[in-house]
């Protein structure tokens, strides 16, 4: 036998062992980070409604804190390769092609954090002059986060390009990289003088040239933002790293990790089997039953984890097997979970209400109130196409036998416990008990205490894993609205929003022709990014001239989502259809035409919604 090689020989095993150790770090300092946000929150309510001796300190606490999670969320991101990008074109490429693309992607973004680094240091130092005035600590300790977690991100960056092991494919991305970054230096006098022009170039061509080629999202509009300004402006990149600062660690935006994590409670308790089992025991007996229990549990598991991908693994797993043994067509089950993931998207507490209200300055308990009646109208829109489509010839669907009363009411009895979690979340925040960011941490501690004491459901191995995986989904979202609201600062500096204002404004047709041309520009934004960085882009461009041509925020936050919605689960393009296919494991051809119906009907529904402001804001008053 040939002789086997040691590992100590090759140098690849420190990169391995380098890798190891520092994910290592990174992620218990991620997990700790997770769980003591929960707990400052818990007790600031505890203190504050219990005790009436408000913790005056914990808000600050929380947001120190909540920098230094997101960035370690991103850090695990880049680590296992999870930040949000559209992969549709890589994915359809040769192995070889699609090689160098991923090396590009990698290259790009090790790029984008090099040139970060420096101005994030001094972004830091320069904060060490600011005070908290609860803690009195200086404020560098938490903006010290930003370039000790880009430092960390070069390292993981370095290791996975050295670890890939396509060293051909490595070296033609770094001189395609290399021969793109010398082209716009040797440009830049040009740029200089181009004025507006150079925001078609960097934020639609480079953008956009960036994202289709596999470059994760956040990346792309980080580069294309430092290189506007480092090429066309003298702006220093120090006012970059302040907007992803104040973009990343708005205290509101807490609610996004701790929604998730609720999510995975709810799965990982019981929770999300015992409402599905009830609504099965309620409708498993008629024609396409499970299909109709598909839709209102989507309804209520939104209500709960705020997430789009944990809403479908929470309910898929559960359902879609069993619908599947029914005979149900693969095709229908996943373009109809598709379809439910559009639909409530305006169920609180939804992350694109939440973002909506941190950029707008809308009311986010106003958001809560007005997104409940659209998604209901949509669901009951897909609950006639589901019936015509049970009720058409060829339809083998098979159904289970009916329950009886004493089953119906045990089932019932069982998921009381779960059903009542989106009442307490709701509950809750209109009694004024918790703000929108603080009301999760009651969510978490309730299922945490039902899966112990109710459903003797609780796996404490599971924990520490949903910790980072929490951080991970967090950190990936956080980054993006980070680079997000840099590239929207740059924009408005150009002039561009007041540009666009008056475009709209001069439309003919006033409110009617605005809100028609919103739909088709969410739709097409929402088929190719995330609904939150699209928010975070023109939520503060768009609102304001909402207001002032007479449209309520709400009434329009509404129209809005749910136009994302339709572009992100509509193929080929839309990103959440993909995943509803990853989560449901079956093929996204299949999918594909039975969509189109489900489309339809959720496109008819946002427009009256769109023409019926009622829906929306009829119960604000």
Same mark, same amino acid.
């Given at each position: 036998?040939?002789?086997?090689?040691?590992?100590?020989?090759?140098?690849?095993?420190?990169?391995?062992?380098?890798?190891?150790?520092?994910?290592?770090?990174? @992620?218990?300092? %991620?997990? !700790?980070?997770? =769980?003591?946000?929960? $707990? +400052? /929150?818990?007790?600031?309510?505890?203190?504050?409604? &219990?005790?009436?001796?408000?913790?005056?300190?914990?808000?600050?606490?929380?947001?120190?804190?909540?920098?230094?999670?997101?960035?370690?969320?991103?850090?695990?991101?880049?680590?296992?390769?999870?930040?949000?990008?559209?992969?549709?074109?890589?994915?359809?490429?040769?192995?070889?092609?699609?090689?160098?693309? @991923?090396?590009? %992607?990698? !290259?790009?973004? =090790?790029?984008?954090? $090099? +040139? /970060?680094?420096?101005?994030?240091?001094?972004?830091? &130092?320069?904060?060490?002059?600011?005070?908290?005035?609860?803690?009195?600590?200086?404020?560098?300790?938490?903006?010290?986060?930003?370039?000790?977690?880009?430092?960390?991100?070069?390292?993981?960056?370095?290791?996975?390009?050295?670890?890939?092991?396509?060293?051909?494919?490595?070296?033609?991305?770094?001189?395609?990289?290399?021969?793109?970054?010398?082209?716009? =230096?040797?440009?830049?006098?040009? /740029?200089?003088?181009?004025?507006?022009?150079?925001?078609?170039?960097?934020?639609?061509?480079?953008?956009?040239?960036?994202?289709?080629?596999?470059?994760?999202?956040?990346?792309?509009?980080?580069?294309?933002?430092?290189?506007?300004?480092?090429?066309?402006?003298?702006?220093?990149?120090?006012?970059?790293?302040?907007?992803?600062?104040?973009?990343?660690?708005?205290?509101?935006?807490?609610?996004?990790?701790?929604?998730?994590?609720?999510?995975?409670?709810?799965?990982?308790?019981?929770?999300?089997?015992?409402?599905?089992?009830?609504?099965?025991?309620?409708?498993?007996?008629?024609?396409?039953?499970?299909?109709?229990?598909?839709?209102?549990?989507?309804?209520?598991?939104?209500?709960?984890?705020?997430?789009?991908?944990?809403?479908?693994?929470?309910?898929?797993?559960?359902?879609?097997?069993?619908?599947?043994?029914?005979?149900?067509?693969?095709?229908?089950?996943?373009?109809?979970?598709?379809?439910?993931?559009?639909?409530?998207?305006?169920?609180?507490?939804?992350?694109?209400?939440?973002?909506?209200?941190?950029?707008?300055?809308?009311?986010?308990?106003?958001?809560?109130?007005?997104?409940?009646?659209?998604?209901?109208?949509?669901?009951?829109?897909?609950?006639?196409?589901?019936?015509?489509?049970?009720?058409?010839?060829?339809?083998?669907?098979?159904?289970?036998?009916?329950?009886?009363?004493?089953?119906?009411?045990?089932?019932?009895?069982?998921?009381?416990?779960?059903?009542?979690?989106?009442?307490?979340?709701?509950?809750?925040?209109?009694?004024?008990?918790?703000?929108?960011?603080?009301?999760?941490?009651?969510?978490?501690?309730?299922?945490?205490?039902?899966?112990?004491?109710?459903?003797?459901?609780?796996?404490?191995?599971?924990?520490?894993?949903?910790?980072?995986?929490?951080?991970?989904?967090?950190?990936?979202?956080?980054?993006?609205?980070?680079?997000?609201?840099?590239?929207?600062?740059?924009?408005?500096?150009?002039?561009?929003?007041?540009?666009?204002?008056?475009?709209?404004?001069?439309?003919?047709?006033?409110?009617?022709?605005?809100?028609?041309?919103?739909?088709?520009?969410?739709?097409?934004?929402?088929?190719?990014?995330?609904?939150?960085?699209?928010?975070?882009?023109?939520?503060?461009?768009?609102?304001?001239?909402?207001?002032?041509?007479?449209?309520?925020?709400?009434?329009?936050?509404?129209?809005?989502?749910?136009?994302?919605?339709?572009?992100?689960?509509?193929?080929?393009?839309?990103?959440?259809?993909?995943?509803?296919?990853?989560?449901?494991?079956?093929?996204?051809?299949?999918?594909?035409?039975?969509?189109?119906?489900?489309?339809?009907?959720?496109?008819?529904?946002?427009?009256?919604?769109?023409?019926?402001?009622?829906?929306?804001?009829?119960?604000?008053?």
């Amino acid at each position: 036998m040939p002789e086997t090689v040691s590992r100590s020989d090759t140098p690849w095993v420190w990169l391995a062992y380098a890798d190891k150790s520092l994910g290592f770090i990174v @992620e218990t300092f %991620a997990a !700790i980070l997770v =769980l003591a946000e929960v $707990c +400052i /929150l818990f007790a600031g309510i505890a203190a504050r409604y &219990v005790w009436h001796s408000p913790l005056i300190w914990s808000n600050e606490l929380a947001s120190t804190l909540f920098l230094w999670l997101a960035v370690m969320g991103a850090i695990i991101a880049m680590r296992r390769g999870e930040h949000m990008r559209m992969a549709l074109f890589v994915n359809k490429s040769s192995p070889g092609r699609r090689a160098v693309m @991923e090396s590009v %992607a990698g !290259i790009a973004a =090790l790029v984008f954090l $090099c +040139i /970060l680094q420096s101005p994030a240091y001094e972004y830091a &130092v320069e904060q060490s002059y600011i005070t908290s005035s609860a803690m009195e600590i200086s404020d560098a300790w938490r903006a010290a986060a930003l370039p000790v977690g880009t430092a960390f991100m070069i390292a993981f960056s370095i290791i996975r390009l050295l670890t890939a092991g396509n060293w051909r494919a490595l070296l033609y991305a770094a001189i395609g990289v290399g021969a793109i970054v010398s082209a716009l =230096l040797l440009a830049q006098p040009v /740029l200089e003088t181009l004025g507006n022009a150079n925001l078609l170039i960097f934020f639609v061509v480079i953008v956009g040239a960036c994202v289709f080629g596999g470059i994760p999202i956040a990346f792309s509009f980080g580069l294309a933002t430092l290189g506007y300004l480092s090429l066309t402006t003298s702006m220093p990149l120090m006012v970059v790293v302040g907007r992803m600062d104040e973009g990343m660690s708005h205290l509101i935006l807490l609610a996004v990790p701790l929604f998730v994590l609720l999510g995975m409670l709810i799965e990982m308790t019981g929770m999300a089997y015992r409402m599905v089992a009830f609504l099965a025991n309620l409708l498993g007996h008629v024609k396409g039953g499970l299909s109709y229990v598909l839709i209102g549990a989507m309804y209520v598991v939104s209500g709960i984890s705020g997430a789009k991908a944990a809403d479908m693994a929470a309910i898929a797993p559960v359902l879609l097997p069993e619908m599947r043994a029914r005979g149900a067509d693969e095709g229908e089950t996943v373009a109809l979970l598709s379809a439910t993931g559009a639909q409530t998207e305006t169920v609180p507490p939804s992350l694109v209400l939440i973002t909506i209200g941190s950029v707008t300055g809308v009311s986010i308990n106003a958001l809560f109130t007005g997104g409940l009646l659209p998604s209901l109208l949509l669901g009951l829109m897909l609950c006639v196409v589901v019936g015509y489509r049970c009720r058409r010839a060829g339809n083998q669907e098979k159904c289970a036998p009916r329950a009886t009363r004493k089953q119906i009411w045990a089932s019932l009895v069982i998921a009381l416990p779960a059903l009542a979690l989106p009442f307490i979340i709701r509950a809750t925040v209109v009694e004024g008990i918790a703000t929108a960011t603080e009301v999760s941490t009651i969510g978490i501690v309730y299922a945490v205490v039902v899966g112990i004491l109710v459903y003797r459901c609780f796996d404490i191995r599971r924990v520490y894993p949903m910790l980072v995986d929490t951080a991970c989904l967090s950190g990936a979202i956080l980054l993006i609205l980070g680079t997000a609201t840099g590239m929207a600062w740059a924009l408005t500096q150009s002039g561009f929003s007041g540009a666009l204002a008056q475009f709209m404004q001069d439309l003919p047709g006033g409110a009617f022709t605005f809100m028609l041309v919103s739909i088709v520009v969410f739709i097409v934004l929402g088929s190719v990014l995330e609904g939150i960085p699209v928010i975070v882009l023109l939520g503060p461009l768009m609102f304001p001239i909402a207001h002032m041509l007479g449209i309520h925020e709400v009434h329009y936050a509404m129209v809005v989502i749910l136009s994302m919605g339709i572009g992100l689960f509509a193929p080929p393009f839309g990103v959440g259809y993909y995943t509803a296919c990853a989560i449901a494991r079956v093929d996204p051809d299949k999918g594909m035409r039975p969509m189109v119906g489900y489309l339809v009907c959720i496109t008819l529904g946002t427009l009256i919604v769109a023409a019926v402001p009622w829906i929306s804001i009829g119960f604000l008053h």
